[in-house]
């Protein structure tokens, strides 16, 4: 079993649609938690990171962590074609972000 | 601002050879990681360097080693191809802090092993 899991999608979602995005995990010494973005042919983005539980807000990205549940979540309000994209969730146990531990990605689709 | 390169961006080798990846962080950053990319597995994190040490290693085989130079630019190198090496090999640098590490990272080298 990985330590992070992610279900693949595509996920297809009409425009101005809410999206959520989750990631589960097993390992209990993650502490930081981050959200890419990856478009086709291109490296990931860091679109989000928190430490511990709690919530983070960052205009229509909102990032939730979980840690009793070991689950994460990004959702995303109003939601633009320019979103369609592979979404990362990645994890980390130390300061460094350097070693992350990263989900397999989800695809998501924005019709216009 | 320059951002992570990478080269070369698409390669094919054969079985057996041995294939050397280079990555160019951006400016002032000191730590480089690499990862590997593949459909089924996702982003897996080979190994780090920070000041032309390496820092931490993943759960790759010897066949894969990297180094780092004294301006920060890094490159992989991977010996006795497999088939299984095929992915894209990506490149992230960012400034080593506790606080705000950032990976930033380059568009990847695809390697193709036939």
């Known amino acids: 079993q990985k330590e992070v899991e992610q279900d693949p999608g595509p996920l297809s979602v009409p425009e101005g649609a809410i999206v959520s995005l989750n990631c589960t995990y097993s390992n209990s010494a993650f502490q930081y938690f981050m959200w890419y973005r990856q478009y086709s042919r291109k490296g990931p983005e860091l679109l989000m990171y928190?430490?511990?539980?709690g919530n983070k807000e960052d205009g229509r990205f909102t990032a939730q962590v979980d840690k009793s549940s070991k689950y994460i979540s990004l959702f995303i309000r109003d939601s633009q074609p320019s979103d369609s994209a592979t979404y990362l969730c990645?994890?980390?146990?130390?300061?460094?972000?350097?070693?992350?531990?990263f989900g397999t990605g989800t695809r998501l689709l924005v019709s216009p | 601002k320059a951002g992570v390169t990478q080269t070369p961006r698409y390669l094919i080798k054969t079985r057996g050879q041995q294939v050397t990846l280079s990555c160019s962080p951006i400016?002032?950053?000191?730590?480089v990681s690499w990862y590997q990319q593949t459909p089924g597995q996702g982003l897996q994190f080979l190994f780090e360097y920070f000041s032309e040490t390496q820092r931490n290693k993943g759960n790759f085989p010897g066949r894969f080693s990297g180094r780092q130079f004294s301006n920060s630019r890094s490159e992989m190198n991977v010996s006795t191809l497999e088939l299984g090496d095929s992915a894209l090999y990506l490149c992230?640098?960012?400034?080593?802090?506790?606080?705000?590490?950032?990976?930033?990272f380059g568009e990847g080298s695809r390697l193709t092993v036939l």
């Open positions: 992230a640098s960012s400034l080593r802090t506790d606080n705000t590490g950032e990976l930033f």
């Open positions: 400016s002032g950053h000191r730590s």
């Open positions: 990645a994890m980390s146990a130390w300061a460094g972000f350097q070693k992350l531990v």
């Open positions: 928190t430490y511990s539980s």
